[in-house]
């Protein structure tokens, strides 16, 4: 495949892969998505902003310069940002590729690094010389400033100029939580979503902390994604149960949308309102509860986000794929074409796929599987539940003709 080396979000001549679920493959302008969806299709994406996750820093025992990439924290609350599990490269920038990027100063706990406005101490060192714990020595709003200032966003040698935040923004951006970009919501505009009503599409949202893709160390690589917050709205519960009920397809839009998805169904037995941490590796292995159909960036064999795709087809309808985007000259990375596979029949779940959420947590309740957390109760009464629709916002039924 070929890097896309430009920020282009909706490229005129970008390409679809589709693999059917029969494992049949096809080559279609993206343009043709809409086409490839049926009436009545739950399709949810990533509306998670990006934050700008990259520091340029000074590692003061030593004086050398470093680069800060924020990684993961606990939460998505906007006020837990005192604290993150960060990588830590030595000087240079994205212009080398992250393999070939020097290894930071020796870091130990209680040494302090300078970010712009921010000072960072480590807090512990978490098992490889580029992985720490960090904490901001700043009140939470000097925070925000810091990173709004000083943060740039996370990038790779494949893209030689500058990324700015509105480069990595899906239309359909809102709380900033994302590390990188949930990209396969590049695709998704408001004309794109004006063609899903036209057809009777139902479109929702979650919000998902996307991680980093690369470490620069293959040690590092094998334990992404790290474990990501979640948040499932009230609205989008009530979707997926409808479309359980009425037998109908729920598209992923991104990898990150399928984790989420699938840790809350395997924790709870169905999607179910709320904040979580997704902590499961998808792959081969995964019998999915909840998706049936993903829309995804082109990845390579060996990453994670390649490995989830063994969970919709086989080994050798994916190696197939390969050869096709190798053929038809797709772009690779954020920036570049898609695929849609559609879930194989031999990869659904063998256990039953309730759509009451409100009757599983009752038997949780009951048999002491599980239940639903304070937060959740309290997510769940609330009537503030919205997705984003350009220049204001509105109710997720009205946007999406949902009376769900």
Known sequence: MIAADKPVQRSADAKLLYVDASGRISSVPRTSLVELLRSGDLVIANDAATLPASLRGIHLPTGAEVEVRLASRDSLASGDVLRFHAIVFGAGDHRT???DRALPPPLEPGQRIRVGPLTAIVEELLGHPRLVAIRFESLVADIWAGLARHGRPIQYAHMPQALQLWDVWTPIAAQPVAYEPPSAGFAVDWQLLAA???????????????GISSTGDAALD????????????????????RACREGRRVVAIGTTVVRALE?????FGAAVAGDDVADQRVGAQTQLRVVDVILSGTHEPGTSHYDLLHAFAGEAVLRRADRAL???????????????????????????????????FATNARTGRGGRSPYTSRFLRAASDVVQESGHLSSAGRLVGCSC
């Open 263 to 267: 840790h809350s169904a395997a924790r």
């Open 196 to 210: 899903f009503a036209a057809k009777g599409i139902v479109f929702a949202t979650i919000t998902h902390a996307a």
């Open 326 to 360: 190798d053929a038809d000259g797709f772009r690779t990375h954020e920036f570049g074409d898609s695929v849609l596979i559609e879930r194989a029949s031999d990869r659904y779940s063998t256990e039953v796929r309730s759509c009451e959420a409100e009757r599983i």
């Open 97 to 99: 590729r992250t393999e």
């Open 222 to 241: 094998r334990l992404l994604p790290f474990d990501e917050p979640y948040r499932i709205p009230a609205a989008t519960e009530h979707a997926l149960r």
